[in-house]
């Protein structure tokens, strides 16, 4: 069986400020070559962290960040700063949540798409001009010519986010983070994204971690599903185990909680109490505070993920949670 893609193992994220607050702890997970990982969860689970922290995007003075980060079987928290720059785009990729803020307002679409190409790859002008052009018309924005020359402000917000997916797919990367890459769309609008998020990584066959808190979305562009809470994965399995029979309580409640067919007319199932403060977090599992099955132990002791079922070849993953009374 070949190596996965990316592998992290043990990782720990501390932003030292006047608290300090643990942002992720103890995180492992893999993700396959032209596999589809979601990572799932409530606001200040840990999703964006993540992303950031495989980019080293947080400011190095105030993050403590340890473990081990491989993509590719390069070292990611052990590249210098040139090394850094050619790992950020070329070999991994983002889409931000919020693209008007990730372009440059001064500089039009078609310069920055370019130049990133041009940093990248060292190609002449014109050449790297065709080559967005064409990247510009894959992702389904009409009339590329013109929106080559468009400030960000002058496009939509789903035009936008398509050019933000053409800038992050144009040094053809191994590996696409996607935060949340449809949250301040119409709902119409985020379909057309999500479908052509899903068919670009079928033709290209590069990996992605999807961030989101909307389970449908998950399904839809998934292969597996990693479920978040309090900075740790607490539950991580085919996207089918998951949504059916989840094990962990938090990922349990999570489902309950969509509004769909068969609840129209019910009350709305919601999750009692907050998400623990990454500041002062509990001895023992982070969603016991909030857990009807919760017990005395769960209070003093926190559970690691085990396996529940054997891997099977290369295409099936174990499915695993943090529990110290599962759902049965």
Request: glycine share 8%; aromatic share 4%; proline share 5%.
């Amino acid at each position: 069986m070949s190596s996965p893609l990316l592998q992290v193992s043990d990782l720990h994220v501390q932003f030292n400020g006047q608290r300090k607050a643990k942002a992720l702890s103890g995180v492992s997970f893999e993700v396959s070559s032209g596999e589809v990982l979601t990572l799932l969860g409530e606001s200040g689970s840990g999703k964006s962290v993540t992303l950031r922290t495989l980019l080293r995007l947080h400011p190095e003075k105030t993050t403590h960040v340890s473990g081990q980060i491989l993509v590719d079987g390069q070292d990611v928290l052990a590249l210098k700063a040139n090394e850094l720059s050619q790992y950020r785009g070329h070999k991994t990729s983002m889409i931000f949540q919020e693209p008007g803020l990730a372009f440059d307002p001064v500089y039009t679409i078609g310069q920055q798409i370019t130049e990133a190409l041009q940093a990248h790859e060292m190609m002449e002008r014109q050449a790297a001009k065709v080559r967005v052009l064409q990247m510009l018309e894959r992702v389904q924005i009409p009339q590329a010519r013109k929106r080559f020359d468009a400030y960000p402000h002058e496009l939509s917000g789903g035009m936008r986010q398509r050019a933000m997916i053409a800038l992050a797919l144009i040094c053809k990367p191994k590996l696409l983070l996607a935060d949340e890459p449809t949250t301040a769309l119409d709902a119409s609008v985020q379909i057309q994204i999500l479908l052509l998020l899903r068919e670009l990584q079928k033709e290209t066959g590069m990996s992605v971690i999807f961030v989101t808190h909307d389970i449908g979305a998950a399904v839809e562009v998934s292969d597996r599903i990693a479920v978040m809470y309090g900075g740790r994965i607490v539950e991580v399995g085919g996207v089918q185990s998951i949504v059916t029979k989840p094990r962990h309580p938090y990922t349990q409640g999570l489902l309950a909680s969509v509004v769909n067919h068969d609840n129209r007319g019910s009350p709305l199932i919601t999750i009692a109490g907050s998400p623990p403060d990454l500041r002062d977090l509990p001895l023992g599992c982070s969603y016991a505070p909030r857990c009807q099955r919760a017990q005395t132990k769960c209070f003093s002791e926190q559970p690691e993920l085990s396996t529940i079922s054997p891997t099977i070849g290369s295409t099936m993953r174990s499915t695993r949670y943090a529990c110290w009374n599962p759902v049965s």
